[in-house]
Protein backbone atom coordinates (compact mmCIF):
# COMPACT_ATOMS: atom_id res chain seq x y z
CA UNK A 1 0.00 0.00 0.00
CA UNK A 2 1.06 3.52 -0.71
CA UNK A 3 -0.07 6.28 0.89
CA UNK A 4 0.42 10.35 1.33
CA UNK A 5 -0.85 11.48 4.57
CA UNK A 6 -2.15 15.20 3.96
CA UNK A 7 -2.75 17.90 6.53
CA UNK A 8 -1.73 21.30 7.87
CA UNK A 9 1.20 21.18 10.47
CA UNK A 10 -0.52 19.75 13.85
CA UNK A 11 -3.16 17.69 11.96
CA UNK A 12 -2.07 14.41 13.20
CA UNK A 13 -0.34 13.02 10.30
CA UNK A 14 2.61 11.79 12.07
CA UNK A 15 0.80 9.71 14.50
CA UNK A 16 -1.40 8.60 12.37
CA UNK A 17 1.24 7.19 10.36
CA UNK A 18 3.21 5.39 13.31
CA UNK A 19 -0.02 4.01 14.25
CA UNK A 20 -0.57 2.64 10.13
CA UNK A 21 2.65 1.68 9.95
CA UNK A 22 2.13 -0.84 12.27
CA UNK A 23 -1.24 -1.70 11.64
CA UNK A 24 -0.43 -2.57 7.81
CA UNK A 25 3.90 -3.45 8.45
CA UNK A 26 4.50 -0.56 5.68
CA UNK A 27 7.38 2.29 6.15
CA UNK A 28 6.82 5.85 7.07
CA UNK A 29 8.65 8.54 4.87
CA UNK A 30 8.55 12.14 6.86
CA UNK A 31 10.56 14.44 5.30
CA UNK A 32 10.27 16.72 8.30
CA UNK A 33 11.82 13.33 9.96
CA UNK A 34 14.57 13.05 7.46
CA UNK A 35 15.72 16.62 7.38
CA UNK A 36 15.79 17.15 11.25
CA UNK A 37 18.14 14.22 11.45
CA UNK A 38 20.03 15.63 8.31
CA UNK A 39 20.56 18.64 10.69
CA UNK A 40 21.06 17.33 13.44
CA UNK A 41 24.42 15.12 11.83
CA UNK A 42 25.04 18.29 10.02
CA UNK A 43 25.30 17.13 6.73
CA UNK A 44 25.24 19.52 3.26
CA UNK A 45 21.68 18.72 2.98
CA UNK A 46 21.17 19.73 6.97
CA UNK A 47 23.31 23.29 6.98
CA UNK A 48 21.17 24.11 3.91
CA UNK A 49 17.84 23.51 5.60
CA UNK A 50 18.21 23.71 9.50
CA UNK A 51 17.98 28.12 9.10
CA UNK A 52 14.96 27.51 7.00
CA UNK A 53 13.45 24.83 9.04
CA UNK A 54 13.90 27.30 11.91
CA UNK A 55 11.98 30.28 10.14
CA UNK A 56 8.99 28.01 9.46
CA UNK A 57 9.57 28.08 5.56
CA UNK A 58 9.66 25.48 2.86
CA UNK A 59 13.11 23.59 2.03
CA UNK A 60 13.73 23.97 -1.64
CA UNK A 61 11.68 21.33 -4.13
CA UNK A 62 14.41 19.53 -5.28
CA UNK A 63 16.70 18.84 -1.80
CA UNK A 64 13.11 17.44 -0.59
CA UNK A 65 12.35 15.51 -4.32
CA UNK A 66 16.44 14.36 -3.99
CA UNK A 67 15.76 12.85 -0.19
CA UNK A 68 12.84 10.77 -1.28
CA UNK A 69 14.26 9.44 -5.09
CA UNK A 70 17.24 7.99 -2.47
CA UNK A 71 14.39 6.49 -0.07
CA UNK A 72 11.74 4.62 -2.58
CA UNK A 73 15.31 2.87 -3.99
CA UNK A 74 15.81 1.24 -0.74
CA UNK A 75 14.47 -2.64 -0.29
CA UNK A 76 12.22 -1.80 2.61
CA UNK A 77 9.96 0.06 0.39
CA UNK A 78 8.40 -3.19 -1.51
CA UNK A 79 5.58 -3.73 0.96
CA UNK A 80 4.72 -0.11 0.54
CA UNK A 81 5.02 3.45 2.64
CA UNK A 82 3.38 6.24 4.09
CA UNK A 83 4.28 9.92 2.95
CA UNK A 84 4.17 12.06 5.50
CA UNK A 85 5.05 15.85 4.81
CA UNK A 86 5.46 15.06 1.60
CA UNK A 87 4.64 16.29 -1.24
CA UNK A 88 4.62 19.72 -0.08
CA UNK A 89 4.00 21.76 -3.35
CA UNK A 90 2.42 21.24 -6.79
CA UNK A 91 5.73 20.67 -8.24
CA UNK A 92 6.75 18.25 -5.77
CA UNK A 93 3.57 16.16 -6.35
CA UNK A 94 4.30 16.47 -10.32
CA UNK A 95 8.01 15.16 -9.27
CA UNK A 96 6.40 12.28 -7.54
CA UNK A 97 4.25 11.21 -9.94
CA UNK A 98 6.91 11.05 -12.26
CA UNK A 99 9.42 9.50 -9.94
CA UNK A 100 6.43 6.62 -8.95
CA UNK A 101 5.92 5.93 -12.62
CA UNK A 102 9.75 5.61 -13.57
CA UNK A 103 10.18 3.12 -10.38
CA UNK A 104 6.99 1.18 -11.53
CA UNK A 105 4.84 2.06 -8.43
CA UNK A 106 1.25 3.27 -7.85
CA UNK A 107 0.10 5.57 -5.36
CA UNK A 108 -3.11 4.37 -3.39
CA UNK A 109 -4.52 6.86 -2.00
CA UNK A 110 -4.23 10.55 -0.71
CA UNK A 111 -5.98 10.85 3.03
CA UNK A 112 -6.72 14.14 3.95
CA UNK A 113 -6.92 14.97 7.60
CA UNK A 114 -9.44 17.53 7.71
CA UNK A 115 -8.63 19.80 11.02
CA UNK A 116 -10.52 22.90 12.14
CA UNK A 117 -7.42 25.29 12.00
CA UNK A 118 -8.43 26.60 15.94
CA UNK A 119 -7.60 23.69 17.52
CA UNK A 120 -3.95 23.56 15.47
CA UNK A 121 -2.44 25.93 18.03
CA UNK A 122 -3.92 23.92 20.82
CA UNK A 123 -2.42 20.77 19.65
CA UNK A 124 0.72 21.76 19.04
CA UNK A 125 1.11 23.89 22.66
CA UNK A 126 0.09 19.92 23.85
CA UNK A 127 2.60 18.13 21.92
CA UNK A 128 5.57 20.77 23.14
CA UNK A 129 4.12 20.44 26.74
CA UNK A 130 4.28 16.66 26.47
CA UNK A 131 7.70 16.19 24.80
CA UNK A 132 8.93 18.68 27.26
CA UNK A 133 7.30 16.25 29.99
CA UNK A 134 9.28 13.59 28.50
CA UNK A 135 12.70 14.91 28.98
CA UNK A 136 12.59 15.39 24.82
CA UNK A 137 14.02 17.89 22.96
CA UNK A 138 11.86 20.71 21.63
CA UNK A 139 11.38 21.31 17.98
CA UNK A 140 12.33 24.84 17.42
CA UNK A 141 9.57 25.67 14.62
CA UNK A 142 6.74 24.23 17.35
CA UNK A 143 6.30 28.20 18.60
CA UNK A 144 3.34 29.75 18.03
CA UNK A 145 5.41 32.36 15.68
CA UNK A 146 6.84 29.69 13.17
CA UNK A 147 3.58 27.67 13.50
CA UNK A 148 1.73 30.66 11.82
CA UNK A 149 4.03 30.65 9.19
CA UNK A 150 3.90 27.17 8.57
CA UNK A 151 -0.02 27.31 8.54
CA UNK A 152 0.43 30.34 6.05
CA UNK A 153 2.01 27.96 4.04
CA UNK A 154 0.42 25.35 3.81
CA UNK A 155 -2.45 27.45 3.24
CA UNK A 156 -0.89 28.50 0.11
CA UNK A 157 1.55 26.27 -1.20
CA UNK A 158 0.35 22.69 0.18
CA UNK A 159 -3.79 23.13 -0.16
CA UNK A 160 -3.77 23.45 -3.36
CA UNK A 161 -2.72 19.70 -3.49
CA UNK A 162 -6.26 18.72 -2.53
CA UNK A 163 -7.41 19.81 -5.56
CA UNK A 164 -4.19 18.12 -7.63
CA UNK A 165 -5.16 14.95 -5.74
CA UNK A 166 -8.79 14.86 -6.09
CA UNK A 167 -8.98 15.60 -9.63
CA UNK A 168 -6.94 12.45 -10.48
CA UNK A 169 -9.36 10.81 -8.01
CA UNK A 170 -7.13 10.05 -5.56
CA UNK A 171 -8.22 11.99 -2.26
CA UNK A 172 -9.97 10.51 0.65
CA UNK A 173 -10.74 13.15 3.26
CA UNK A 174 -11.27 12.09 7.12
CA UNK A 175 -12.10 14.22 9.64
CA UNK A 176 -9.15 14.67 11.55
CA UNK A 177 -11.22 16.05 14.80
CA UNK A 178 -11.90 13.27 16.06
CA UNK A 179 -9.62 11.07 18.58
CA UNK A 180 -6.56 9.26 17.32
CA UNK A 181 -8.24 5.93 17.60
CA UNK A 182 -11.48 6.90 15.65
CA UNK A 183 -9.61 8.51 12.66
CA UNK A 184 -7.54 5.87 12.54
CA UNK A 185 -10.27 3.64 12.42
CA UNK A 186 -11.83 5.51 9.59
CA UNK A 187 -8.37 5.79 7.45
CA UNK A 188 -8.71 1.96 7.48
CA UNK A 189 -12.33 2.00 7.17
CA UNK A 190 -11.75 3.67 3.82
CA UNK A 191 -8.31 2.25 2.22
CA UNK A 192 -10.51 -1.26 2.71
CA UNK A 193 -13.66 0.91 0.63
CA UNK A 194 -11.56 1.58 -2.14
CA UNK A 195 -9.36 -1.80 -1.94
CA UNK A 196 -6.23 -0.66 -0.77
CA UNK A 197 -6.72 -3.18 2.25
CA UNK A 198 -8.23 -5.96 3.21
CA UNK A 199 -11.53 -5.57 3.69
CA UNK A 200 -11.33 -7.68 6.67
CA UNK A 201 -8.87 -5.87 8.45
CA UNK A 202 -10.95 -2.54 8.35
CA UNK A 203 -14.26 -4.57 9.61
CA UNK A 204 -12.71 -5.90 12.84
CA UNK A 205 -11.73 -2.20 13.42
CA UNK A 206 -15.06 -1.09 12.28
CA UNK A 207 -17.22 -3.40 14.94
CA UNK A 208 -15.65 -1.33 17.15
CA UNK A 209 -16.09 1.72 15.93
CA UNK A 210 -19.00 3.73 17.09
CA UNK A 211 -17.03 6.12 14.75
CA UNK A 212 -18.27 10.10 12.92
CA UNK A 213 -19.43 9.75 9.17
CA UNK A 214 -16.43 9.96 6.80
CA UNK A 215 -16.62 13.58 5.26
CA UNK A 216 -16.03 12.60 1.48
CA UNK A 217 -13.42 10.62 -0.71
CA UNK A 218 -12.61 11.06 -4.34
CA UNK A 219 -10.34 8.60 -4.52
CA UNK A 220 -10.58 5.76 -7.32
CA UNK A 221 -13.03 3.61 -6.00
CA UNK A 222 -12.90 0.01 -5.34
CA UNK A 223 -12.89 -1.92 -8.85
CA UNK A 224 -16.55 -2.90 -8.21
CA UNK A 225 -17.56 0.62 -7.87
CA UNK A 226 -18.92 2.70 -11.11
CA UNK A 227 -15.74 4.90 -12.03
CA UNK A 228 -17.72 7.45 -12.94
CA UNK A 229 -18.18 9.31 -10.08
CA UNK A 230 -15.22 11.53 -8.83
CA UNK A 231 -16.50 12.62 -6.02
CA UNK A 232 -17.93 9.94 -3.36
CA UNK A 233 -19.40 10.13 0.27
CA UNK A 234 -18.61 7.17 1.76
CA UNK A 235 -21.18 5.86 4.56
CA UNK A 236 -20.77 5.58 7.99
CA UNK A 237 -20.28 1.97 9.04
CA UNK A 238 -22.87 -0.02 10.97
CA UNK A 239 -26.50 0.34 10.71
CA UNK A 240 -26.25 4.19 9.56
CA UNK A 241 -24.49 2.32 6.36
CA UNK A 242 -28.05 1.07 4.78
CA UNK A 243 -29.22 4.92 4.29
CA UNK A 244 -28.10 7.40 2.34
CA UNK A 245 -25.10 9.83 3.30
CA UNK A 246 -27.03 12.96 4.66
CA UNK A 247 -25.12 14.98 3.05
CA UNK A 248 -25.81 13.49 -0.28
CA UNK A 249 -29.90 13.31 0.93
CA UNK A 250 -29.48 16.94 1.21
CA UNK A 251 -28.26 17.82 -1.96
CA UNK A 252 -31.13 16.09 -3.71
CA UNK A 253 -33.68 17.85 -2.20
CA UNK A 254 -31.85 21.35 -3.04
CA UNK A 255 -31.23 20.06 -6.35
CA UNK A 256 -34.68 19.70 -7.60
CA UNK A 257 -36.31 22.47 -5.26
CA UNK A 258 -33.72 24.27 -7.22
CA UNK A 259 -34.68 22.84 -10.64
CA UNK A 260 -38.57 23.30 -9.47
CA UNK A 261 -37.40 27.32 -8.96
CA UNK A 262 -35.27 27.48 -12.14
CA UNK A 263 -38.50 26.20 -13.74
CA UNK A 264 -40.86 28.38 -12.53
CA UNK A 265 -39.10 31.36 -13.52
CA UNK A 266 -38.91 29.92 -16.81
CA UNK A 267 -42.87 29.68 -17.44
CA UNK A 268 -44.01 32.60 -15.73
CA UNK A 269 -41.67 34.25 -12.81
CA UNK A 270 -40.01 37.18 -15.67
CA UNK A 271 -42.07 40.46 -14.87
CA UNK A 272 -39.79 41.32 -17.95
CA UNK A 273 -40.03 38.81 -20.47
CA UNK A 274 -42.79 38.91 -23.41
CA UNK A 275 -45.09 35.47 -22.93
CA UNK A 276 -44.25 34.03 -26.04
CA UNK A 277 -40.13 34.04 -25.28
CA UNK A 278 -40.86 32.16 -21.93
CA UNK A 279 -43.52 29.69 -24.05
CA UNK A 280 -40.72 29.08 -26.24
CA UNK A 281 -37.95 28.75 -24.16
CA UNK A 282 -39.79 26.47 -21.99
CA UNK A 283 -40.59 24.28 -25.10
CA UNK A 284 -37.22 23.98 -25.68
CA UNK A 285 -36.37 23.10 -22.22
CA UNK A 286 -38.72 20.50 -22.84
CA UNK A 287 -37.18 19.01 -25.98
CA UNK A 288 -33.82 19.30 -24.67
CA UNK A 289 -35.02 17.09 -21.49
CA UNK A 290 -36.85 14.95 -23.62
CA UNK A 291 -33.69 14.37 -25.29
CA UNK A 292 -31.74 14.05 -22.37
P1 LIG B 1 7.24 18.58 9.36
O1 LIG B 1 7.96 17.70 10.34
O2 LIG B 1 6.59 17.81 8.27
O3 LIG B 1 6.33 19.55 10.03
O4 LIG B 1 8.37 19.45 8.63
C1 LIG B 1 9.21 20.32 9.36
C2 LIG B 1 9.88 21.29 8.41
O5 LIG B 1 10.70 20.57 7.48
C3 LIG B 1 8.95 22.09 7.54
O6 LIG B 1 8.44 23.23 8.21
C4 LIG B 1 9.83 22.45 6.38
O7 LIG B 1 10.73 23.49 6.72
C5 LIG B 1 10.66 21.20 6.20
N1 LIG B 1 10.00 20.24 5.27
C6 LIG B 1 9.50 19.03 5.56
N2 LIG B 1 8.99 18.44 4.48
C7 LIG B 1 9.17 19.32 3.46
C8 LIG B 1 8.83 19.30 2.08
N3 LIG B 1 8.20 18.26 1.52
N4 LIG B 1 9.16 20.38 1.34
C9 LIG B 1 9.80 21.44 1.87
N5 LIG B 1 10.13 21.52 3.16
C10 LIG B 1 9.83 20.47 3.97
Do not use: C, W
Amino acid sequence: MRLILLGPPGAGKGTQAQRLIHKYGIVQLSTGEMLRAAVAAQTPVGLQAKDIMAGGGLVPDEIVIGIISDRLDQPDMKNGFILDGFPRTVPQAEALDDLLKKKHMRLDAVVELRVNESALLNRVETRVAEMRARGEEVRVDDTPEVLSKRLASYRTLTEPLIHYYSERRKLLTVDGMMTIEHVTREIGRILAAIGAVEAKAAQKADKKSAGKPVVESAAKPAKTATRKATRKTVKPAGKAAKKPAKTVRKAAKAGSKGSKKAAKGRTGGSKGRPAKRVGKAAKKVTKRRAKA
